[in-house]
């Protein structure tokens, strides 16, 4: 996937919120698979996963005009998608909570065999982490929400927030380097 | 406090991982004609909007006319005393392409807001009775008295709206109940709940419409309440919708 440009990204919105369907698949070539891995996490039914991903399209196309231009493109999707995928939980009455090891098991038997052993690393390592630093990683680089916004949803100061961010970083990265470089 | 940029490792790890997964099927046919009937409901709302601002311009130009036309008209017929510009006219309001009322037609950007817009939150029933106990006690008290789930609606730092889902049995019925509590006063409102406008029916506290399928009614009310309210009732019980509404004026 190539790495997330919010530019181009705020131009596809401001172009969904004028009207241009094309933009809609732009938006889906760019950010399917991560909202669809998002909405994966709160359901673990493909089904279901798809069908959110199509009612988050739908919202895009409702709300995009809501989007203010300069700020976060990427979090306002990602925002759609988790509402939408609560809303779909409380719709089916089931409990609608946001469980993190759910986001990071995504190497079922249909995922890419190239890059398996990468993924299994990957959920080894997040495995590994402890409750919040865990959270702290799902916030960050699956929603995309800042130090503030992640503040306000814990109920935790902000420098609290930033220590435990930071925390969560570097205990990644050295099981990440560590299962890369096992010898080490 | 500039926020923390991400780890471009621990990123590019993440987006390898998410990027593995196989390329999901979904339609977006619906969101395209969503998108096709957002653009009709825009123009037509512009339509309708420039059609009352040129009604206006029209109704402020007979005004003007009439006003600056009618004093010389009378001077005329008074009689004419040799002095001119005597009873001069009040002056004329100079022609303006602001009107002043141009924004009754349309609801205030700022007052209204897309639920997807904002950020979810589940609330526990301490916060919620310390924060807005004195204001939604009836609504917060269900907690203790029925199974419910609080959600707060957060938008732009602000607590929007509360929503509660709320389970209980009534005569032997089961009611699912969901309120949406207004936090603003009224200052802004849902786009999502312009459904609970214009109901059929209208008692001395609220307005309500009812419908009936598969053996259960479904119910939905609004009232400006503590707040504004808006509150939907499903159940096989007619009267659950009714005693839930007495229960919360």
Known sequence: MPPLDNEQLNRLIAAVAAGDADALDAVYALLGKRMFALAYGFVHNRQDAEDILSDSFVKLARFAHTFRAGTNGYGFIMRIVRNTALDFLRSRKRTASENIDDFFSLSDERYSPERREEALLLEGAIGRLPALEKRMIYYRYYLDLTVREIAKETGMSKSAVQRLMESAEAHLKTYLTAGQNPTD | ?249
């Open chain 2, 1 to 249: 406090m500039e926020d923390m940029k991400k780890d471009e490792f621990i990123e590019q790890q993440i987006d390898a991982y998410v990027g593995g997964t196989e390329e999901p099927q979904a339609d977006l046919s619906a969101a395209k004609r969503a998108l096709h009937g957002e653009m009709r409901r825009r123009r037509r709302r512009r339509r309708t909007f420039f059609a009352v601002l040129s009604a206006c311009a029209c109704v402020l130009l007979i005004t003007v006319l009439t006003l600056s036309l009618l004093p010389a008209a009378l001077d005329r017929g008074v009689g004419d005393t040799g002095i001119a510009g005597d009873a001069n006219p009040p002056a004329a309001e100079p022609p303006t392409s602001e009107d002043p009322e141009q924004n009754t037609g349309t609801p205030g950007q700022n007052s209204v807001y897309s639920l997807a817009a904002a950020v979810q939150r589940p609330a526990g029933l301490n916060e919620l009775s310390e924060t807005y106990g004195a204001r939604h006690e009836k609504l917060i008290r269900l907690g203790f008295l029925a199974r419910a789930d609080y959600t707060l609606y957060i938008l732009d730092g602000e607590m929007v709206l509360l929503r509660a889902d709320i389970v209980y049995t009534q005569n032997g019925a089961r009611v699912a109940a969901t309120v949406w509590a207004d936090l603003t006063e009224g200052a802004k409102r849902a786009e999502e709940l312009a459904s609970f406008n214009g109901l059929e029916h209208q008692t001395k506290t609220y307005s309500y419409q009812t419908e009936f399928s598969d053996g259960e009614y479904l119910s939905r009310g609004n009232f400006a309440g503590t707040g504004g309210y808006f509150v939907e009732v499903q159940s096989s019980l007619y009267a659950a919708f009714s005693d839930l509404m007495a229960y919360l004026v």
